[in-house]
């Protein structure tokens, strides 16, 4: 497809267990977002990836929380040990070029709904 | 500490008039502005930016306006059309190395009645 691609969409998970979540940036696109969104809040960015370059990780809220990304192509965002406060829709998103001016239009996918019960 | 703040929660128009959704800002470092609209099960889309050097940015039905000593921006949308019933983000991005980051606010819900 030509969008930003996540998956899984839904995942149900129990208190303790590891997740991983996976997002397929647009083609070409060098730039990598994760952001989420818990219920009734705005998004919160979590990591940045641009190329080659060292990630942006200061959004991250714990080391339980860990990403990943090969190259210019397939991002994992990883959680360890879940916990009830980690529910929350995770968003992938990317971008050709660095950073939010004009002519550079940051592409999120559907996210991927995490629940942990 | 919300950077960015949407205060109103929810919205409704008649079909025709003109939609204005507000955002208000604390942070003095932010330099660029984006309207994100998003329908349920769908991630964000983009509808539209402006720089802290303009005052206003117009594109079609949707015009963004930019009042930098307020810190304070609004969307308006005219004519209102029921297929923009959605929820919109006011986000915001920093200038220099962090320009990539950005802050949202928590959305408004725009329902647009036929």
């Known amino acids: 497809g030509a969008g930003v691609s996540q998956s899984p969409s839904n995942k149900v998970t129990e208190k303790g267990k590891d997740v991983e979540l996976r997002c397929d940036p647009i083609?070409?696109?060098?730039?990598l977002y994760w952001y989420r969104q818990r219920l009734g809040q705005g998004l919160e960015f979590l990591i940045y990836?641009?190329?080659?370059?060292?990630?942006?990780k200061s959004g991250l809220p714990s080391d339980r929380f860990s990403a990943e990304r090969t190259g210019e192509s397939v991002s994992t965002l990883t959680i360890q040990r879940t916990q009830q406060e980690d529910s929350a829709v995770y968003l992938c998103?990317?971008?050709?070029?660095?950073?939010?001016?004009?002519?550079?239009?940051?592409?999120f996918g559907e996210g991927s709904w995490l629940t942990v019960v | 500490d919300q950077q960015v703040k949407q205060n109103s929660p929810s919205l409704s128009v008649q079909e025709g008039r003109i939609s204005i959704l507000n955002c208000d800002y604390t942070?003095?470092?932010?330099?660029?502005f984006l309207w994100y609209k998003k329908y349920p099960a769908e991630g964000p889309t983009f509808l539209i930016s402006?720089?802290?050097?303009?005052d206003k940015n117009e594109d079609g039905r949707f015009t963004v306006f930019l009042n930098k000593s307020a810190k304070h921006l609004s969307l308006h949308i005219v004519p209102s059309q029921p297929g923009d019933s959605a929820v919109y983000f006011c986000?915001?991005?920093?200038?220099?190395?962090?320009?990539?980051?950005?802050?949202f606010g928590k959305g408004t819900l725009l329902t647009v009645n036929p």
């Open positions: 942070n003095s470092m932010f330099d660029y």
């Open positions: 998103a990317s971008s050709l070029g660095v950073g939010t001016g004009v002519g550079n239009t940051i592409y």
């Open positions: 083609s070409g696109h060098t730039a």
């Open positions: 990836f641009q190329g080659n370059s060292a990630p942006d």
């Open positions: 986000a915001a991005s920093p200038g220099g190395g962090s320009n990539y980051k950005l802050t």
């Open positions: 402006i720089s802290s050097i303009k």
